[in-house]
């Protein structure tokens, strides 16, 4: 459990990967990293949820909600995609959930992405 929400492992049975990927997250050092640099939520979406998840090869895709406030928005983003990108060990593509515009992606990730981190 992260920042008292858990990754909900329960409709993911048919991904054996992406439940071998995610039981294998350092959930204490991306909790760590999310209070550092002012998440206020952090959610998995993308190949990492389904079949098309190749352990090999495969970025992992987050969406991101920053707490208000912060001074330096720019800091944050790339501090945490960095990090996070060290933690799971691959490519990271962190998207902020405010600035996705595309509604049909916007609706797509928001269906399928899983919490990771909550403040």
Known sequence: MLGGQNLDLSNTSRYPEFVSFAS???RAAIESACERYGVARLRLFGSVLTDRFDPARSDVDFLVDFLPGRGDRFSDYFGLRDELSSIVGR?????VTR???NPYFRASALQSAQDVYAA
């Not at 490519?91 to 998207?95: F, I, P, Q």
């Open 99 to 101: 600035a996705v515009r």
């Open 24 to 26: 294998n997250l350092d």
């Open 91 to 95: 490519n990271v593509d962190l998207v």
